[in-house]
């Protein structure tokens, strides 16, 4: 072990989930519903629940808690709830309604989902989310979400990336947009009710802990600058994730990971940061100018072809190079999934054959993504109808018609699994704090397939969240806490300390270039592919970047005020720290799985290698002075992991 | 390409704001408006000013965020919203104005944002459907025929940025609640609500502060998604109904 004593952390007592049922698979979730505590809806009233975030997770938690009588007070760095990240989900949602008797079930879409994270999530929770899916979806139809319909009247669905059946659920291109409408609206109703105090403009500095338990947030009002101190029973976060870590991401600008990194810093376990998610079908970057990476959705993989020429840097256009020296690599490599392989594997066979020579577009990096045969098969309006709205933003970007010239694509980062900790009730390791969404860490393992990010949202907010939180306010045994109590003015008084010393740095560089230095080394050396070394190499330069940092940010203006500088200046400040736990969770797992692709762990056909043996863990991470490492082991009764094959 | 951008700036709702010319170096043709205004803050920022502050977030034209006055028009020459549109609508030398949305309903905050918040309003007033959480019938037991549907669809792609408000001469905010009003009243789930819902939004949206119609068409004209001005004919006649109903 000579080799990890380097490294600076420590092992620490495994972890388990204790609040997952035993039994068969199919029934812990009612088993957990029946023994969790009720509480009277008299007795909700004197509850105040915070929720950060308004997207998928949090507005769907906010409008049922406040619907259920809690009195729910919520957060949002944007001027608007229907704002929020959430909204810019193209493709669809995945549901096991088996509406279309191409085989599908509750088990299928559980087993999709635990081959598809590689054998690195969690059965319990998988099921569970597989078994509420098909109610999300009711729920989005009684509250209106226009999903494409069929001229029946009946919904359509479609297939997405990593599975054989067509159980997606979408709104055109606009999936992520029409169901957070929906959530929204349901919000809105519950805040002209008086159940929910909206703080919209208003970011979560850090958490409040008092006696152990979760008590409340501190927050900035974006608007004036005034750091605010809120008091409640429990916190919800549902923040989102931290792929802007990376800089360039499809994440919207204002995604940042400050609210879990406090809450970590407060004692929530921080799992699998390394698992990141690389999306094969973006944009390509256009130039040094370029402020973040536009998505095209995957479900174009159901009907477009990728290829690249069979020659080198071949200076033909598109049009011009013949069948038969074209190389429709993903439907030679792996016949049976062909274009819709999921997307690590899609991702990491664009970045080979483009680091092989073999792109096209500037730089060489990209590949072509071509709908002239469905074009062709279906005609100009079907495929027009399809996917329109996604023609045209490409179009919009690259000035080129897509119906003419194939799509130039390149992957990027998009998603990230890993986050907070959290157990069955989707309680994190501070008593009273609960993670939803994207921000814990829960249920896609080491990748993540189409379409379940938003299922898995609106699980936890719409159905999980609302039964587990109640066991735990029913078990009560809540103090008062007051605006004078010593953790409540210890963390009010560090929220300030730190804008100012934010300011008063006062040196020469933007909190742009510092943030722009540490995506590109993320991206370098903890990207598609990682190697000891690089990620060595980055856990050298994160410290010393985050020193210069400190020493040479400049924020122009004052605290007191709308400041976007200073906003972005103390989200940059923890992604400096979080990337150095995330470099050194990819150097800890000496295994590849889904979107952690350790080049010393691959097959000889080049495709990840688990070390079942030994990683077949989530590793929860515990803030202190050395990080200290907790495994919580994985078992599998239903799935049996077996190597992920899509050939 | 090098041009000259006058900026609209404000420091806060209480002061007063001016055009205030700044030149830009090194635009790419490829570059988004909003990527044209990182540049010039990063050129503040090195000079020791404040950089100018705008909304923004997807920068993929659907959060609904960005939103400001191109040389007169709200997000800009093209139909789409300011985070789409690219410096390639420009040539080299121009000059360019940019403000922020002007309106009675949405107060300056700072520069280039404005404060929004009227139009969350009008949709906590109704622009809902009451569906209880938990226990919504099977999606199918109500097929929703697709003529419906896709009428339901085209308005349910507003993304509430305000650019019909904006180029609205009255500051009107009827483009953005005839959109909501015919997504939900074109649903069966919608039709219990429906009457309230549109006296409710109407009635909020005139307290807001928003300006009346008087048919000028500018707001389609401006909008992103294309809600089409039929809108707001449904949204009369609705409201027409649901008055005439209220008052028997
Ligand atoms: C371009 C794109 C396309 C996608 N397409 C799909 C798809 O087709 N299908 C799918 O399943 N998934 C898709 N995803 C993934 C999916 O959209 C996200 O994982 C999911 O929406 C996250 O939802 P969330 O509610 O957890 O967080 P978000 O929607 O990110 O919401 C975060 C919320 O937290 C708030 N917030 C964050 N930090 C703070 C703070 N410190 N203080 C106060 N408020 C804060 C924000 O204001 C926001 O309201 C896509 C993602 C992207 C980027
Ligand atoms: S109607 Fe159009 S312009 Fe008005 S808010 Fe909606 S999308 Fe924007
Ligand atoms: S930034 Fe989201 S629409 Fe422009």
């Given at each position: 072990m000579g080799e990890l004593s380097m490294l600076d952390y420590t092992i620490g007592e495994p972890i388990t989930d204790t609040k997952?049922?035993?039994?068969?698979?199919?029934?812990?979730?009612?088993?957990?519903?029946?023994?969790?505590?009720?509480?009277?809806?008299?007795?909700?009233?004197?509850?105040?629940?915070?929720?950060?975030?308004?997207?998928?997770?949090?507005?769907?938690?906010?409008?049922?808690?406040?619907?259920?009588?809690?009195?729910?007070?919520?957060?949002?760095?944007?001027?608007?709830?229907?704002?929020?990240?959430?909204?810019?989900?193209?493709g669809g949602i995945n549901a096991a309604k088996n509406y279309r008797n191409?085989?599908?079930?509750?088990?299928?879409?559980?087993?999709?989902?635990?081959?598809?994270?590689?054998?690195?999530?969690?059965?319990?929770?998988?099921?569970?989310?597989?078994?509420?899916?098909?109610?999300?979806?009711?729920?989005?139809?009684?509250?209106?979400?226009?999903?494409?319909?069929?001229?029946?009247?009946?919904?359509?669905?479609?297939?997405?990336?990593?599975?054989?059946?067509?159980?997606?659920?979408?709104?055109?291109?606009?999936?992520?947009?029409?169901?957070?409408?929906?959530?929204?609206?349901?919000?809105?109703?519950?805040?002209?009710?008086?159940?929910?105090?909206?703080?919209?403009?208003t970011e979560m500095l850090d958490l409040i802990v008092v006696d152990g338990r979760a008590r409340g947030i501190v927050a900035r009002d974006l608007v004036t600058g005034e750091v605010t101190t809120h008091l409640a029973d429990a916190v919800v976060l549902a923040t989102g994730g931290y792929g802007n870590v990376f800089y360039l991401s499809t994440n919207a600008k204002g995604s940042n990971a400050s609210a879990i990194w406090r809450a970590h810093k407060r004692g929530a376990y921080f799992a699998n940061p390394c698992f990141t998610q690389i999306h094969p079908t973006c944009i390509p970057r256009s130039g040094d100018h370029q402020s973040k990476l536009t998505l095209m959705s995957e479900s174009l993989r159901n009907d477009g072809r990728i290829w690249v020429?069979?020659?080198?840097?071949?200076?033909?256009?598109?049009?011009?190079?013949?069948?038969?020296?074209?190389?429709?690599?993903?439907?030679?490599?792996?016949?049976?999934?062909?274009?819709?392989?999921?997307?690590?594997?899609?991702?990491?066979?664009?970045?080979?054959?483009?680091?092989?020579?073999?792109?096209?577009?500037?730089?060489?990096?990209?590949?072509?993504?071509?709908?002239?045969?469905?074009?062709?098969?279906?005609?100009?309006?079907?495929?027009?109808?399809?996917?329109?709205?996604?023609?045209?933003?490409?179009?919009?970007?690259?000035?080129?018609?897509?119906?003419?010239?194939?799509?130039?694509?390149?992957?990027?980062?998009?998603?990230?699994?890993?986050?907070?900790?959290?157990?069955?009730?989707?309680?994190?390791?501070?008593?009273?704090?609960?993670?939803?969404?994207?921000?814990?860490?829960?249920?896609?393992?080491?990748?993540?397939?189409?379409?379940?990010?938003?299922?898995?949202?609106?699980?936890?907010?719409?159905?999980?969240?609302?039964?587990?939180?109640?066991?735990?306010?029913?078990?009560?045994?809540?103090?008062?806490?007051?605006?004078?109590?010593?953790?409540?003015?210890?963390?009010?008084?560090?929220?300030?300390?730190?804008?100012?010393?934010?300011?008063?740095?006062?040196?020469?560089?933007?909190?742009?270039?510092?943030?722009?230095?540490?995506?590109?080394?993320?991206?370098?050396?903890?990207?598609?592919?990682?190697?000891?070394?690089?990620?060595?190499?980055?856990?050298?330069?994160?410290?010393?970047?985050?020193?210069?940092?400190?020493?040479?940010?400049?924020?122009?203006?004052?605290?007191?005020?709308?400041?976007?500088?200073?906003?972005k200046a103390a989200r940059v400040a923890d992604f400096l720290e979080l990337a150095e736990l995330l470099l050194l969770d990819a150097l800890v797992r000496e295994e590849s799985c889904g979107g952690h692709f350790r080049e010393e762990h691959q097959t000889p056909e080049g495709e990840a290698a688990r070390d079942d043996e030994n990683f077949s863990h989530v590793s929860a991470w515990e803030y202190g002075e050395k990080p200290v490492l907790h495994k919580e082991p994985l078992n599998f009764d239903y799935v049996h992991p077996t190597q992920r094959s899509y050939t | 390409m090098k041009l000259t951008v006058r900026v609209w700036r404000q420091s806060g709702p209480d002061t007063e704001g001016q055009l205030v010319d700044y030149p830009v170096d090194g635009i790419s043709t490829d570059m988004s408006f909003l990527e044209m205004?990182?540049?010039?803050?990063?050129?503040?920022?090195?000079?020791?000013?404040?950089?100018?502050?705008?909304?923004?977030?997807?920068?993929?034209?659907?959060?609904?965020?960005?939103?400001?006055?191109?040389?007169?028009?709200?997000?800009?020459?093209?139909?789409?919203?300011?985070?789409?549109?690219?410096?390639?609508?420009?040539?080299?030398?121009?000059?360019?104005?940019?403000?922020?949305?002007?309106?009675?309903?949405?107060p300056v905050i700072k520069d280039l944002v404005v404060d929004r918040s009227a139009f969350d309003r009008i949709i906590q007033a109704g622009g809902y459907i009451t569906a209880p959480t938990g226990a919504a019938p099977d999606a199918h037991a109500t097929p929703v025929p697709k003529p419906d549907a896709d009428l339901a669809f085209d308005n349910a792609t507003c993304i509430g940025c305000g650019a019909c408000v904006a180029a609205c001469p009255n500051g009107s905010a009827m483009l953005f609640t005839a959109a909501k009003v015919s997504h939900l009243n074109s649903l069966p789930q919608g039709q219990p609500e429906r009457a309230q819902r549109v006296l409710d939004m109407v009635d909020t949206m005139d307290a807001e502060g928003f300006g009346g119609c008087t048919n000028s068409g500018e707001c389609t004209l401006a909008c992103p998604k294309g809600i089409p001005l039929t809108s707001i004919n449904t949204l009369n006649r609705e409201f027409l109904k649901a008055a005439r109903k209220a008052r028997k």
């Open positions: 997952a049922p035993s039994g068969p698979i199919d029934e812990r979730w009612s088993a957990r519903k029946f023994s969790a505590k009720l509480v009277n809806p008299a007795n909700r009233r004197k509850h105040r629940v915070i929720v950060v975030g308004t997207g998928l997770a949090g507005g769907s938690a906010g409008a049922t808690l406040a619907e259920q009588g809690y009195h729910v007070v919520q957060f949002c760095f944007q001027d608007s709830p229907r704002r929020a990240h959430s909204v810019a989900a193209q191409d085989g599908d079930s509750v088990h299928r879409l559980f087993y999709d989902t635990v081959k598809g994270g590689d054998f690195r999530s969690r059965e319990s929770n998988v099921y569970r989310l597989a078994e509420v899916s098909a109610q999300i979806i009711d729920q989005a139809v009684a509250q209106g979400v226009p999903f494409a319909r069929e001229y029946g009247g009946l919904l359509d669905t479609r297939s997405f990336g990593g599975v054989q059946v067509q159980r997606t659920f979408y709104a055109r291109g606009q999936t992520g947009q029409q169901l957070l409408i929906g959530a929204y609206q349901a919000l809105s109703r519950q805040i002209d009710a008086g159940n929910v105090e909206l703080h919209p403009r020429p069979k020659e080198k840097q071949d200076p033909r256009p598109p049009s011009e190079i013949p069948e038969d020296e074209r190389d429709y690599y993903l439907e030679r490599l792996y016949p049976s999934f062909g274009n819709l392989v999921p997307r690590d594997i899609a991702s990491r066979a664009a970045k080979n054959i483009c680091d092989a020579g073999y792109g096209v577009g500037p730089g060489g990096l990209g590949v072509y993504l071509d709908f002239a045969d469905a074009i062709q098969r279906l005609g100009r309006p079907a495929v027009e109808a399809r996917y329109g709205n996604l023609f045209d933003m490409y179009q919009r970007i690259t000035a080129e018609n897509p119906y003419e010239v194939p799509m130039r694509i390149y992957p990027a980062i998009h998603y990230t699994m890993g986050g907070l900790w959290v157990d069955y009730d989707l309680q994190s390791t501070i008593p009273g704090m609960f993670v939803i969404g994207e921000a814990n860490f829960s249920d896609h393992g080491a990748n993540r397939l189409g379409a379940s990010a938003l299922m898995q949202g609106l699980a936890d907010g719409y159905f999980v969240l609302p039964a587990t939180l109640n066991d735990y306010i029913g078990q009560g045994g809540f103090t008062d806490v007051t605006l004078d109590d010593p953790a409540v003015v210890e963390a009010q008084t560090g929220v300030r300390d730190r804008l100012e010393r934010l300011l008063a740095v006062n040196g020469t560089r933007s909190v742009d270039s510092f943030h722009r230095e540490l995506g590109l080394m993320m991206w370098d050396h903890c990207g598609m592919a990682r190697t000891a070394e690089g990620l060595r190499k980055a856990l050298e330069r994160v410290p010393e970047l985050r020193a210069e940092f400190w020493r040479d940010v400049r924020i122009p203006g004052t605290g007191e005020e709308l400041n976007q500088e200073l906003e | 205004l990182d540049t010039l803050n990063q050129q503040l920022i090195e000079s020791g000013e404040q950089p100018v502050a705008f909304d923004h977030d997807c920068r993929e034209g659907i959060c609904g965020s960005c939103g400001v006055v191109i040389n007169g028009q709200a997000h800009g020459p093209e139909t789409t919203t300011t985070c789409q549109l690219h410096m390639r609508a420009f040539s080299d030398g121009d000059v360019i104005d940019v403000e922020p949305w002007r309106a009675k309903g949405f």
